[in-house]
């Protein structure tokens, strides 16, 4: 990573922690790697974000259903999806530095020991590559032994593949149709690195989308084009965003045709979601292991098959990353007094900023204002996300606002009281966060105003 790059990163995670974004899971305890909590403006970004994904794959689409799986599985479910025997990674370990490594990365990762070097080309004693099973093992029940094994689960979809015949019969849908899920998933990472990017425990946001299996590679397309309009939708531009088709030599042996999406991060660009056209390998599998039938039955053609199944498997984590990554700028500006200065602030797309609407009186001591004030911030709670913040100097307040973010601020003040004749009164300031332009605009049109602005 370029010195400039590495800059920015520092400057994005600096700020998710100082404004209440994300911290360091445990942190007083020295942290636990690979781990993260979100805080208040997180959960709010995060939730944004998988709400407009439930919305947009879900909701809105009528060959779409939702499910919400547990975590805990059988056991069976993860050797017949071939987790057990084969989610792994390669890893080499150093007997020098005692540190472990994964076998793809070692060109880019620093040794531990001499920080100059990268663990390829340092001195270090190292061991041939060994395959290292990511899921995290657990035991149900009392006993710690192997007959009450199982995983924390590492994606979310083997419990929609589990569940099909369930889904289908309940929800009476006719192929083609996808069931959606977002859920945690967790992966014994050996690396975690990138802040967020590569984490221990993180959200997925995923669809399998059954269908015939002669309109897979058609939807399989159709799919990607779904998906590029979706990162346009939360903020992330298609010219930021790269389609990389997978190669034979690099595609899991039962995928048909893979497209990954990658976000041009400050750390290089790096995946954001996969796509890909699975066959019917996850149903088969399930069918012959479980000995329970996964097939359809066409009515119209008698015809009796395995689906085939697109996948579009997306990670919230690092979505919402990519969020802050393409959002996060510091612009030079002129301040009310005529000096310049840096304005650090969050250009997220208005749907998915965790505050919509700031709202200030003028000055904190005068009950007229702060009376007014608050009235218009329980009046737009029940609709939006909203801050009220009546501490500093207006323009303090608006900045504060700018690094979270928040796309709209309305400050109340004597105008609004009725202090500069009938055409004010009852109008407040709605300061957007972009252009810093202010303009007025009368309280009853505000709700309505915002409304259509932000989604
Ligand atoms: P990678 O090659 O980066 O390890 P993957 O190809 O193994 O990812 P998938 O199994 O396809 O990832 O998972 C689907 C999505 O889940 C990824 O595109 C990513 O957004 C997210 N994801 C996977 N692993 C992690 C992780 N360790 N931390 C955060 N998000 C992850």
């Given at each position: 990573m370029s010195t400039e790059h590495e800059s920015r990163m520092e400057k994005i995670v600096s700020l998710a922690k100082r404004r209440g974004f994300i911290f360091p899971s445990s942190e007083i305890y020295g942290g636990l790697n690979g781990v993260w909590d979100y805080g208040p403006m997180g959960v709010e970004l995060k939730r944004n974000l998988k709400d407009f994904w439930w919305r947009r794959m879900v909701r809105e689409r009528e060959d779409m259903v939702g499910m919400d799986g547990a975590i805990l599985m059988n056991r069976s479910v993860w050797k017949a999806s071939g987790h057990e025997n084969t989610f792994s990674d390669p890893m080499i370990d150093c007997k020098t530095c005692k540190g472990r490594f994964r076998a793809d990365q070692i060109e880019s990762i620093p040794c531990p020991q001499k920080p100059s070097k990268i663990v390829a080309t340092c001195e270090g004693e190292k061991m041939d590559p060994r395959?290292?099973?990511?899921?995290?093992?657990?035991?149900?029940?009392?006993?710690?032994?192997?007959?009450?094994?199982?995983?924390?689960?590492?994606?979310?979809?083997?419990?929609?593949?589990?569940?099909?015949?369930?889904?289908?019969?309940?929800?009476?849908?006719?192929?083609?149709?996808?069931i959606a899920q977002i859920g945690k998933a967790f992966r014994n990472e050996i690396n975690p690195r990138n802040f967020i990017f590569r984490s221990r425990e993180f959200e997925q946001m995923e669809i399998e989308y059954f269908c015939h299996p002669t309109?897979?590679?058609?939807?399989?397309?159709?799919?990607?084009?779904?998906?590029?309009?979706?990162?346009?939708?939360?903020?992330?531009?298609?010219?930021?965003?790269?389609?990389?088709?997978?190669?034979?030599?690099?595609?899991?042996?039962?995928?048909?045709?893979?497209?990954?999406?990658?976000?041009?991060?400050?750390?290089?660009?790096?995946?954001?979601?996969?796509?890909?056209?699975?066959?019917?390998?996850?149903?088969?599998?399930?069918?012959?292991?479980?000995?329970?039938?996964?097939?359809?039955?066409?009515?119209?053609?008698?015809?009796?098959?395995?689906?085939?199944?697109?996948?579009?498997?997306?990670?919230?984590?690092?979505?919402?990353?990519?969020?802050?990554?393409?959002?996060?700028?510091?612009?030079?500006?002129?301040?009310?007094?005529?000096?310049?200065?840096?304005?650090?602030?969050?250009?997220?797309?208005?749907r998915m900023a965790p505050v919509k609407v700031g709202v200030f009186p003028l000055l904190k001591n005068k009950p007229p204002l702060v009376d007014k004030a608050h009235e218009i911030e329980r009046a737009l709670r029940p609709f939006l996300s909203v801050f009220y913040d009546e501490a500093g100097a207006i323009g303090r307040r608006y900045r504060r606002q700018d690094e979270i973010g928040t796309p709209y601020c309305v400050t109340v003040d004597f105008e609004t009281l009725g202090e500069g004749g009938p055409a004010l009164t009852n109008t407040v300031t709605l300061r957007e966060r972009d252009s810093m332009k202010q303009e007025r605009i009368s309280i009853s049109e505000l709700g309505e105003y915002l409304l259509k602005k932000i989604f």
């Open positions: 395959d290292f099973n990511l899921m995290f093992t657990t035991h149900v029940g009392p006993m710690a032994d192997d007959t009450n094994k199982t995983y924390l689960r590492p994606e979310t979809a083997q419990a929609i593949f589990v569940q099909f015949r369930n889904v289908l019969e309940t929800s009476r849908k006719k192929l083609p149709f996808g309109q897979g590679l058609e939807l399989l397309d159709r799919w990607l084009e779904e998906r590029l309009t979706f990162y346009e939708d939360i903020g992330i531009p298609r010219s930021k965003i790269h389609v990389k088709e997978i190669p034979d030599t690099e595609r899991a042996f039962y995928s048909l045709k893979t497209y990954d999406l990658e976000y041009e991060f400050p750390f290089g660009i790096q995946e954001l979601e996969g796509i890909a056209y699975r066959t019917d390998y996850d149903l088969r599998q399930h069918m012959t292991q479980s000995g329970k039938p996964l097939d359809y039955f066409d009515e119209v053609s008698k015809e009796k098959f395995i689906p085939h199944v697109i996948e579009p498997s997306a990670g919230a984590d690092r979505t919402l990353l990519a969020l802050l990554c393409e959002a996060f700028e510091e612009e030079e500006v002129t301040s009310e007094k005529g000096e310049q200065e840096v304005r650090s602030v969050l250009h997220f797309h208005p």
